[in-house]
């Protein structure tokens, strides 16, 4: 165990087992996010949607927002059945 007096980050990685940065990302789980976020973006992108206006800004306009979550879950359902067969 190090003690206050003698405590050096060199002695902390070796004693912890420190890989560096890289042993903190898993490239696997970078490209499923990456996959995921790009998924949603197609999909609120492209699908058929509501569009509404949100109240009434400062400056006298209105925002306007896509809705179209309803249907993008049967699309994910879709993809999931088809990528791993549930």
């Not at 980050?9 to 903190?24: A, F, H, P, S, T």
């Amino acid at each position: 165990m190090l003690s206050p007096s003698t405590f050096t980050l060199d002695k902390l990685k070796q004693e912890v087992g420190w890989k560096g940065i890289g042993g903190l990302i898993n490239l696997e789980a970078v490209v499923a996010t990456l996959g995921w976020y790009t998924l949603q973006l197609l999909l609120h992108r492209f699908l058929p949607a509501t569009v509404i206006e949100g109240v009434q800004l400062e400056n006298g306009g209105k925002q306007k927002y896509r809705l179209n979550g309803m249907n993008g879950i049967p699309s994910l359902i879709a993809i999931a059945n088809d990528e791993f067969a549930l």
